[in-house]
């Protein structure tokens, strides 16, 4: 997955989003303090939010561009909020299944896998508000995969988690990579579950890029072509990126 | 003079469809309402709400102008399909469908505004169309809302009385209404046989609106 | 000083204001319930009362079935002026005039009006059936024009071809405003109602000697307040210089 983010900004309540980068990576970690505005990053590259001017780039399509814009029906992204965002009104089976119908799907995932993975198998014909937060954030998680995204935001996947929890959530985020290998942008202010599972960590502060790095333990292949040093623009570095 | 049972079965033929009638157009509307933040949004409501405030009768007069025979709408009609619209059914159609609309707006919009967007945000990012968005996720989530409104409406339609008397007049097994109905009768002094009818009416009424509440009160799972 | 000027200016105020509603006593207001056909001649005729008596009318005009009702239930009436014999017999039963003041005062005919701007296609009744999809009646069942119509429409046999035609309306004026806005093709009212109307015209008018007889008559209301002062306004009524705005208007005498 490559990510490009030119010239973005955005005021928010308390500070303005001003983004510049160039990644490519398999999973990318976004670290930050609550409020530091990584939520509305993700609402960016998801197309929820609508920057006021910049280029924001996703693999080889530009999601938008000062006057062009690509409404989110036609990013192919998987994105699961913090809250969730699992359909009240349909069972676990037609929430999972609800993204069958994306226009181009840009992965391919066997429903049988994610539901054997999830362990969503007992669940499918439960209502949702009789589900514990932990299946909930399986289904959300499912229900991003089988949309066939090119890429999954996950906003604070383990927040809500118990510390038993936490570990199998972990789990389910590597799966990402590991079995279902969709590309993924994971936000958390918990430095420790980040390390453990994305290839390169941003770190965000008031709304800008303060710090990029490869995560040493497991990016072997990412790339970082440009870095944002704060109120510089961007530099570029390139450097090569291997697919194996 | 005029048979009972066809009086009522007549009222609720017509309040049915004219409740079924306004619904598409209702819920569209009230849908806008609560989405749209355009400034002119007030101008809207408030024309929608006129027959909700306007003596009914007014509203009458206003419909019996449109749809008189010399009438723009009428004429048009008339030219079209070769019939009258006042002192017909569709005369009663229209007039309770004007005068119950108000309420099938207000109701749905309040149905419309407890949905939370973000599942609609959600459902764009999972490749839902417009269309598939609106109704999958939508109008399931506002259901109650829009239903309460539906019986509302038809309530009020059972109602109705200043406005039709004007535009379809009290033609007995023709547009005599369960309301109109009641006034015949009473006019010629049988209030006995007034009063089963104004049992009827307020039977119709007390299910249609306690019906309507229970879907307000009780809140989705 | 000044206090004395504005003392004697009270003063003169307080007199004229008594005087005013000394006046005012003395002249009685009469609520007249009267059949709506009457409307236009009794209009005219109340400001001639006035001139001649200090008394003012108050009128109610409607269908004279909806009046009856309205004093059964007790609504404040000093006099009923009916448009048929029926609603004052009804009336009687229950008591409700004072003995002797009823009598019959005036007569009507029965005209079929048309739309001013529409071609006439009748010459008689038998070509309602034919030329007309809606008959405008005043409720046959209940309102005397319609129910005068109707007596006639049967002694001609046509009622029931004409039946499925019929809108029926509150009162004679209503009936007439339909033909007016062109809503009906055609309508049965008073010959008085059809001359004061600019936008219809007279297609056919019933013969006097073909028609039912048509009879008005007037009572005092037994609760009447004023019963004298009614009494007195009836005998006006029924007086040389109201008759001649009645005749005016196109209603006939009877003595």
Redesign the interface.
């Known amino acids: 997955m490559r990510i490009r983010f030119e010239n973005v900004r955005l005021p928010l309540a308390h500070f303005s989003l001003k983004i510049d980068f160039d990644i490519e990576a398999h999973s990318i970690g976004i670290h930050g303090k609550s409020g530091a505005g990584k939520t509305s990053f993700l609402e960016l590259i998801a197309g929820v939010r609508r920057a006021t001017t910049g280029t924001i780039q996703l693999d080889d399509r530009v999601l938008q561009n000062n006057g062009a814009f690509v409404p989110p029906r036609h990013r192919a992204i998987g994105y699961v909020p913090q809250d969730l965002a699992i359909f009240p009104h349909l069972n676990v089976r037609r929430n999972i299944s609800y993204g069958n119908t994306r226009p181009d799907k840009k992965s391919s995932v066997s429903r049988d896998q994610v539901i054997e993975t999830l362990e969503l198998g007992k669940l499918l014909d439960r209502r949702v508000h009789d589900l514990s937060g932990g299946e909930k954030q399986r289904v959300a998680l499912a229900r991003a995969i089988l949309s066939g995204p090119a890429v999954i935001l996950l906003d604070e996947p383990f927040a809500a988690l118990d510390p038993q929890m936490r570990e199998t959530g972990l789990r389910l985020v590597r799966t990402l990579r590991t079995q279902f290998a969709i590309p993924f942008v994971c936000v958390s202010h918990a430095y420790e579950d980040l390390t453990s599972s994305c290839e390169v960590l941003i770190e965000f502060s008031q709304g800008q890029v303060v710090g990029i790095r490869k995560n040493a333990g497991i990016a072997r292949n990412a790339g970082i072509a440009g870095i944002a040093e704060p109120n510089f623009g961007v530099r570029r570095i390139v450097e090569s990126y291997d697919k194996s | ?1 005029f048979d009972q049972w066809q009086v009522i079965r007549f009222t609720l033929l017509v309040c049915l469809g004219s409740s079924l009638l306004i619904l598409p157009f209702g819920m569209g509307l009230a849908w806008w309402l609560a989405k749209t933040t355009v400034r002119w949004k007030s101008i809207v409501e408030t024309i929608v709400s006129l027959p909700l405030v306007l003596p009914p009768v007014a509203t009458g007069l206003i419909l ?1 102008n449109l749809f ?3 009438g723009p709408l009428g004429a048009a009609f008339r030219a079209v399909f070769g019939a ?1 619209v ?2 017909t059914w569709r005369a009663v159609l229209v007039a309770t469908a004007v005068m119950s609309f108000p309420l099938l707006v207000r109701t749905a919009r309040l149905g419309f505004e407890t949905v939370n967007p973000r599942l609609e945000q959600i459902a764009q990012t999972l490749g839902a169309s417009f269309w598939r968005v609106i109704f999958t996720v939508t109008i399931p989530l506002a259901a109650r809302g829009i239903l309460a409104g539906f019986l509302l409406s038809f309530a009020r339609a059972i109602g109705e009385f200043g406005a039709t ?1 004007l535009v379809a ?4 097994g023709k547009t005599t209404t369960l309301s109109l109905a009641i006034y015949s009768l ?4 049988k209030d006995q046989d007034a009063y089963i009818l104004v049992l009827v009416a307020a039977l119709l009424a007390f299910g249609a609106i306690f019906l309507s509440e229970a879907l307000v009160r009780t809140k989705a799972p | 000083m000044v206090n004395a000027g504005a003392m004697r200016v009270r003063g003169c105020l307080l007199v004229a204001f008594l005087i005013f509603c000394v006046q005012s006593l003395s002249a009685a207001q009469l609520t007249i319930f009267a059949a709506i056909s009457l409307t236009d001649a009794l209009t005219e005729i109340a400001a001639l009362y006035k001139q001649v008596s200090g008394n003012t009318f108050q009128f109610n005009f409607a269908a004279s ?2 009046l009856a ?1 309205q004093i ?1 239930a007790g609504a404040a009436a000093d006099l009923f002026f009916s448009a048929d014999e029926l609603k004052m017999d009804d009336l009687e039963r229950q008591n409700r005039l004072v003995p002797k003041t009823r009598r019959s005062l005036l007569g009507n005919t029965l005209v079929i009006v048309i739309p001013k701007d529409a071609s006439s296609a009748i010459a008689s009744p038998a070509d309602l059936p034919k030329a007309v999809h ?1 008959l405008a009646l005043a ?1 046959p ?2 309102v005397p024009a319609g129910i005068y119509a109707k007596q006639y429409l049967m002694k001609l046999f046509l009622w029931e071809n004409l039946r499925p035609l ?5 009162n004679v004026r209503a009936c007439l405003a339909a033909v007016e ?4 093709d055609a309508g049965i009212v008073y010959k008085t109602d059809a001359l004061i109307s600019k936008r219809t015209k007279i297609a056919y008018e019933v013969p006097v000697a073909d028609g039912p007889p048509i009879s008005y008559p007037i009572a005092v209301i037994k609760d009447s307040q004023s019963i004298e002062e009614a009494t007195k306004a009836e005998d006006f009524l029924a007086s040389a210089p109201a008759m001649k705005i009645f005749q005016k208007y196109g209603f006939t005498p009877l003595h």
């Open positions: 003079m019996l008189g025979r010399r009258d006042v002192f008397i007049g009290n033609i007995p009473v006019q010629l002094g | 079935n909806e009702r059964n809606r409720n069942d209940a019929i809108v029926p309306t509150e806005t062109g809503n009906a």
